[in-house]
C-alpha cells in the first residue's frame, strides 16, 4: 500500500500577523491534536504506512506517541534537515517524493504548502490551515482530512478522480534559484525581509496573482475585490498599486483593513511572462522572501504545474456512495 | 512595516550589535583572565534581540534586564566605562560597585536592573507598566527573560496581571534553548513560549532572534500597541548563546554539541546583517571596520577607567540600605 | 584500589562527601529521589551529584525546570504520599522563591492536620559569600528557617558532617534543611566509607578550652579555629563550638561550654542583626546567667545586603580578626 505523508510546520500561526492583524498564536498542542486526530481518521479508513517529516518540536513523533496505533501500522521518520526552517520542509517533500507518498498532509499555512511544494511540486495534498492568512489550505475538521487521506493512500478512492492539479507561479531570479508561489508574488518597496508579513500597503508595487479571491484575506482579496479569478480560471491576475487609480478599502490581514491604491489590472495567460527590476523585496503567498538587488532581473509566470489538492468533500461522497464504512452485521 | 526605515537606524542597529559583541568578547576575557570577579553571563550569540527591541525605547521607558543583562544595558544606552568598573567592582560603577555583573542598573536610563533571580524582572517590569499606565505617561516596560525563565512562577502571574489590566508592557522571551544546561525539551512541554501567550489572554508571537530586523519589526509591532493602551504582548525570539552558561568556556560540561553551536553561528546576525547592508550599500568594507575600531576604542577606555577607578570603602558598606534624608 | 591498600586516613573533599552521602542515602532508600534545578546531566553546578544520573537513572535524579515553588511542592507532596525526597535549592537565596511553600506548607502541614501527615523531606542547599557573586547569591538564611517550626536545620562546616548530617537527614521523618556552604565545597578531612549520622541535635566541641567560648555556625567554624589559636599566643585558651545543628539547638553542650569558660562569643555568617547568635544568647542568659562573667558578644555580617565588590565583600565577611577583636574587646586586653 501506498504511504500517507505528514507534515506538520512548528512556525506556522506565530508571527507578526499576531499582533497586526488580532489573531491568536496557533499553538503547536494544537497541531499536535490535529495530527492525532488525523492519523485516527487515516488509520479508520484503512491507511497502514505512514511517512513524516521530523519537524524541529517534534510535532508528529509526538502525536503518534499519545496515540493508540493498532498493530500493523507503520510510521516512518524522514531524517531532518535539522535547519529548523522552511528547509526542513522541503528536504521532506523532496524524501517523499521518493518514497511513494500517495497523499500528503500538510498542516500549516500557504507558506508551508509554498515549501512542500518545492519539493515536490505535483504532490497530491490535503492541506490544512493552521493560521489565519491562508488561501491554500482550508480549514476542516482533522479526522475527516484523515480519512479522505486513507481513502486515497489505500485506492478505496481513486486520487485522481477527487484531486484536481492546482494552479502555481514560477518565479526566475536572476543568478538565484528558482521559486514559486502557490497564490501570489507581491514585488515590494521593502528593504528587508524582517518578520516577513506584508502589513504596509504604501509598500507594494505589483502583484501578480494565481488567485484573486474576494472571500479571502491578504494579497489575494486585494485582486479578488477588483477582478475576481478563482482556482478554476485557466489565467491569473496582474495588478500594479499607485496612486491615480482606484482606491479599494480591503483586508490586508485578518481583522486589518487598509485603503490600497490599485493602477493597472489585467489578466495574464498560462506562460506569459510578467517581469519585474530590482532592487525590491519580493514576497510570496504573503511572506517577504527574498531581497532583490538594484538590477536584477525577475520572470515569472502562472501555470498549472502545481500540486494535486484532494476535494475533501468529494472524496467522503464517493466513499458513501461506495459504502465503505458501513458494515454489514 | 519598518516603513521608511532611515539608513541611519540600520547604521545604529549594526553598531549596536558590534558594540555588544565587543564588550561581552572582552568581558569575557578578562573573566578567565581573572581581572574581573564573580560571575558573568555573557550575551554574544544574542544581540540582535537586545538590539532590535531597544530601538524602538527612548530612556524614559523602562526595561527589566537578567542575569545576562550586559546587552540589555548597552542597547539601552549604557556607557562602557561604568559598565566595566562595575564589573570590577569599583566606586565609579554604575552600581557603585555594589551590584556587580547581575545587578547591573540605571534608573535614568530606564534599566530597572539585570537580575540574579531567575524570574525576577516579569513581575517588576508590570509594576513598572502599572505605574505607567497609572500615571497616565506614554512609558512602556519591557522585560526580558529566558525559555528558563518562563518557568517561574513568577512569570505567569506577571503575564496574567498585564494582560487583566491592559498594561503597556512587552514580554520578551530570549529562548536561546537551554535554561542553564538543562536542553528547553527537558524543562517545558511546549516548544514555544509565546504559545503560553494564548492562556493569559495576550498576543503571542515567534521571529527569529538571529535577525535583527525582523525582531525590530515585531518590537516595534509590540511597543506600538503598549503604547496605544492596547496592551501587552509576548514576543519570543529565537536565539542561541555562543558562550557556555557563565563565562567562555564555562564547566566544560558536554550537554550541546560543537556543531550545534557552529550551525547557529551561520546565521550569526551581525555577519548576516552586514552582509545585506553591504548589499545595499548602506555600509562599506571601510565603515563596518571603522564601527569595531571605535567599539574597541571604548573598551580601551573603559578597561583603563575601571583599572584606575578606586574601590568602595568601609563607608560604603552601610549606604544605601535605606532611603535617607527628606522624603521626595 | 582497594581500600586497604591505601595509606593512611581516608580523606575526602566536602563536594564529594555530599555526593557519597546522598549515594548512600538512594541505594538505602528505595523511595528516595532527587530532584532539582541541573542536579541530573549536570550533576549540579557545584558538582556534587556528578555520576549518580548515570548510577541511578532519572527515574531518581530528576532535573526539574526552574521552579522553585513546584520543586518544593513536589518534596512536600511526594513525602506526605510515601516517598522520601532530596530536594536541591542550588542556591540558598532562590528559596526567597518558594518561601510560601517552606513556611505554610511543608512547616506547618503535620500540625495543621492534626499530625495526620509525615514529611520525611531532605532539602539540600548552598548558602554563603566569598565568590562575588552579588546580593542574590551569597546569603546566610538559616535564621529564617529556623524560625519556623516544623522544620529542622543542619550546617555542616565539614566534610564528615555534611555526608553524616545528609544521612541523618534523611532518616529523619520530618522536613530537614542542610544549609552547606559554598566556600567549604574543597574542605577535605578524614570520612568514613561506610554510612553513619550525625545526630540532629548536638553540637559539636571541636577545640577544648577553659578560658573562653566561641559558638561558632557552619564555615564560620574554621575562622574561630583560626582565631583561637591566634587568642592562644595571647594566653587565652578558647573552646571552640560547632554549632551544627541550628533546629533542633543543642544547648546543653552550650551551656556546659559556659560553665567552664564563663565568657563566651557568637559568631555566624548571617547578618548579625536578627541573626541565629542572637537566639544562642537569649538561651545562655536563660539557662546559664549565673555562669556568666561578661556580656556574650556577637559576631555577623553587617547591616547590609552582601555586596559584590571584591574591596566590599571582604570587610562584610566575618573572619579570624574580627572574632579575635571582639573576644579582646569581651577580655578588656
Ligand atoms: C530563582 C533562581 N533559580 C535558579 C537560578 C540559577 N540560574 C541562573 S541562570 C539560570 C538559567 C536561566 O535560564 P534562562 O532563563 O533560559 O536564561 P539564559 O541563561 O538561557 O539566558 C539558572 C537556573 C537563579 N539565578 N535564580
Redesign the interface.
Known amino acids: 500500500m501506498q504511504a500517507v505523508g505528514l507534515v506538520a510546520n512548528?512556525?506556522s500561526g506565530?508571527?507578526?500577523r499576531?499582533?497586526?492583524g488580532?489573531?491568536?498564536?496557533f499553538?503547536?498542542?494544537e497541531k499536535l491534536a490535529i495530527v492525532r486526530r488525523a492519523v485516527i481518521g487515516a488509520i479508520a479508513a484503512g491507511a497502514t504506512r505512514f511517512v513524516y517529516m521530523s519537524d524541529?518540536?517534534?510535532i508528529v513523533k509526538q502525536a503518534i506517541a499519545e496515540t493508540t496505533i493498532p498493530r500493523g501500522v507503520r510510521f516512518e521518520a524522514l531524517p531532518s534537515s535539522?535547519?529548523?526552517s522552511a528547509m526542513d520542509t522541503i528536504v521532506a517533500a523532496e524524501q517523499m517524493a521518493q518514497k511513494d507518498c500517495a497523499v500528503v498532509l500538510v498542516l500549516g499555512g500557504d507558506g508551508t504548502n509554498r515549501a512542500f511544494v518545492r519539493g515536490w511540486q505535483d504532490a497530491t495534498l490535503v492541506s490544512l490551515s493552521t493560521g489565519t492568512n491562508n488561501v491554500f489550505p482550508v480549514m476542516a475538521e482533522a479526522t475527516v482530512a484523515g480519512m479522505a487521506l486513507g481513502l486515497v493512500a489505500t485506492g478505496k478512492v481513486a486520487s485522481r478522480s477527487v484531486a484536481s492539479q492546482a494552479k502555481l507561479i514560477e518565479i526566475d531570479i536572476e543568478d538565484e534559484e528558482q521559486d514559486i508561489a502557490l497564490i501570489d508574488a507581491v514585488i515590494t518597496r521593502?528593504?528587508?525581509?524582517?518578520?516577513?508579513?506584508l502589513?504596509?500597503p504604501?509598500?507594494l508595487k505589483e502583484a501578480l496573482l494565481c488567485r484573486a479571491e474576494p472571500a479571502a484575506v491578504g494579497i489575494t482579496s486585494l485582486g479578488g475585490l477588483v477582478r475576481p479569478v478563482s482556482d478554476q480560471d485557466d489565467f491569473g491576475l496582474h495588478l500594479t498599486f499607485g496612486e491615480g487609480g482606484r482606491q479599494l478599502f480591503a483586508p490586508m490581514g485578518p481583522g486589518m483593513f487598509s485603503t490600497v491604491n490599485i493602477g493597472k489590472t489585467r489578466l495574464v495567460k498560462f506562460d506569459q511572462v510578467v517581469r519585474a527590476l530590482g532592487?525590491s523585496v519580493i514576497a510570496l503567498d504573503g511572506e517577504r522572501e527574498r531581497?532583490i538587488?538594484t538590477g536584477q532581473r525577475i520572470e515569472m509566470r502562472i501555470s498549472r504545474r502545481g500540486p494535486w489538492v484532494v476535494d475533501l468533500a468529494a472524496t467522503l461522497l464517493r466513499a458513501a456512495k461506495r459504502k465503505i464504512f458501513l458494515r454489514t452485521m | 512595516?519598518?516603513?521608511n526605515?532611515t539608513n541611519k537606524t540600520l547604521i545604529d542597529l549594526h553598531a549596536c550589535m558590534v558594540r555588544i559583541r565587543r564588550f561581552e568578547e572582552e568581558a569575557g576575557k578578562l573573566m578567565e583572565d581573572g581581572k574581573i570577579p564573580g560571575a558573568l553571563h555573557l550575551y554574544v550569540g544574542q544581540e540582535a534581540v537586545a538590539a532590535g527591541v531597544m530601538a524602538h525605547l527612548s530612556n524614559k521607558d523602562q526595561i527589566t534586564s537578567t542575569h545576562r543583562g550586559h546587552g540589555h544595558v548597552i542597547a539601552k544606552g549604557g556607557q562602557f566605562s561604568p559598565m566595566f568598573a562595575e564589573l570590577y567592582g569599583k566606586s565609579t560603577g554604575y552600581c557603585k560597585g555594589k551590584g556587580g555583573s547581575m545587578h547591573i542598573s540605571n534608573m535614568a536610563l530606564g534599566i530597572l536592573g539585570a537580575n540574579g533571580i531567575v524570574g525576577g524582572g516579569p513581575p517588576i517590569a508590570m509594576g513598572a507598566a502599572f505605574s505607567n499606565k497609572f500615571r497616565k505617561t506614554k512609558q512602556v516596560a519591557v522585560t526580558f527573560f529566558g525559555d528558563g525563565a518562563s518557568n517561574e512562577g513568577s512569570f505567569h502571574e506577571a503575564a496574567n496581571m498585564a494582560a487583566l489590566y491592559q498594561l503597556p508592557c512587552v514580554f520578551v522571551c530570549e529562548n536561546n534553548g537551554f535554561g542553564e544546561y538543562t536542553r528547553q525539551?527537558n524543562h517545558q512541554a511546549?516548544?514555544?513560549v509565546?504559545?503560553r501567550?494564548?492562556g493569559y489572554g495576550m498576543?503571542?508571537?515567534?521571529?527569529d532572534g538571529m535577525?535583527v530586523?525582523?525582531v525590530?519589526?515585531?518590537a516595534e509591532?509590540?511597543i506600538k500597541?503598549a503604547r496605544a493602551g492596547d496592551g501587552p504582548?509576548l514576543l519570543?525570539c529565537?536565539t542561541y548563546r555562543y558562550y557556555d552558561h557563565v563565562g567562555v568556556r564555562g564547566m566544560g560540561l558536554t550537554y550541546r554539541t560543537d556543531e550545534e553551536v557552529d550551525?547557529w553561528k551561520q546565521r550569526d546576525a551581525i555577519n548576516s546583517f552586514e552582509a545585506?547592508l553591504l548589499?545595499?550599500g548602506v555600509l562599506t568594507a571601510k565603515k563596518i571596520e571603522n564601527v569595531y575600531a571605535r567599539a574597541d576604542e571604548e573598551i580601551k577606555e573603559g578597561v583603563a577607567f575601571a583599572e584606575s577607578s578606586p574601590f568602595p570603602t568601609e563607608e560604603d558598606l552601610l549606604e544605601d540600605v535605606y532611603f535617607v534624608g527628606a522624603t521626595s | 584500589m582497594s581500600e586497604a591498600l591505601k595509606e593512611g586516613p581516608r580523606m575526602l573533599p566536602y563536594v564529594s562527601a555530599i555526593t557519597e552521602g546522598v549515594r548512600q542515602v538512594l541505594q538505602e532508600q528505595d523511595n528516595a529521589f532527587v530532584a532539582g534545578e541541573d542536579v541530573g546531566q549536570a550533576g549540579s553546578v557545584f558538582g556534587y551529584y556528578q555520576g549518580l544520573l548515570a548510577e541511578f537513572g532519572d527515574r531518581r535524579i530528576v532535573d526539574t525546570p526552574i521552579s522553585e515553588k513546584g520543586i518544593i511542592g513536589l518534596g512536600v507532596g511526594a513525602a506526605a504520599t510515601g516517598c522520601r525526597p532530596i530536594i536541591d535549592v542550588m542556591f540558598m537565596d532562590f528559596l526567597g522563591e518558594c518561601m510560601d511553600e517552606v513556611a505554610n506548607q511543608m512547616a506547618k502541614m503535620r500540625f495543621m492536620f492534626g499530625g495526620g501527615a509525615t514529611l520525611p523531606v531532605t532539602v539540600l542547599t548552598m548558602a554563603g559569600a566569598g565568590m562575588n557573586l552579588a546580593a542574590q547569591h551569597s546569603q546566610s538564611w538559616e535564621a529564617f528557617l529556623a524560625h519556623l517550626p516544623g522544620v529542622k536545620v543542619l550546617m555542616p562546616s565539614n566534610a564528615y558532617d555534611a555526608k553524616g548530617m545528609i544521612i541523618a537527614a534523611a532518616r529523619d521523618d520530618n522536613p530537614v534543611f542542610v544549609v552547606m556552604n559554598k566556600m567549604s565545597l574543597a574542605m577535605q578531612c578524614e570520612v568514613p566509607a561506610e554510612m553513619y549520622e550525625v545526630p540532629l541535635g548536638k553540637a559539636a566541641v571541636v577545640r577544648e578550652g577553659t578560658g573562653f567560648s566561641i559558638f561558632a555556625m557552619g564555615r564560620m567554624v574554621h575562622e574561630a579555629l583560626a582565631a583561637a589559636k591566634t587568642l592562644e599566643g595571647l594566653g587565652v585558651d578558647c573552646e571552640v563550638v560547632d554549632v551544627r545543628s541550628i533546629q533542633p539547638f543543642d544547648s546543653e553542650t552550650a551551656v556546659a561550654s559556659i560553665k567552664k569558660t564563663h565568657r563566651a562569643l557568637v559568631v555566624h555568617e548571617a547578618v548579625r542583626f536578627g541573626g541565629f547568635g542572637g537566639e544562642i544568647v537569649a538561651q545562655l542568659q536563660e539557662e546559664a546567667f549565673d555562669y556568666l562573667d561578661a556580656p556574650i558578644a556577637r559576631v555577623g555580617a553587617p547591616f547590609s545586603p552582601v555586596p559584590y565588590s571584591p574591596a566590599l565583600e571582604k570587610l562584610y565577611i566575618p573572619n579570624a580578626e574580627r572574632i579575635v577583636a571582639e573576644v579582646k574587646k569581651v577580655l578588656g586586653i
Open positions: 512548528p512556525a506565530k508571527d507578526i499576531r499582533l497586526a488580532k489573531a491568536s498564536v499553538d503547536n498542542r524541529s518540536h517534534g535539522g535547519t529548523a521593502d528593504a528587508f525581509i524582517g518578520a516577513k508579513a502589513v504596509d504604501s509598500q532592487p531581497v538587488a | 512595516m519598518a516603513k526605515i525539551t511546549v516548544t514555544d509565546a504559545d501567550a494564548a498576543p503571542g508571537v515567534v521571529v535577525d530586523m525582523a525590530y519589526e515585531a509591532a509590540a500597541r504582548t519570543e529565537k550551525a545585506v548589499k545595499q
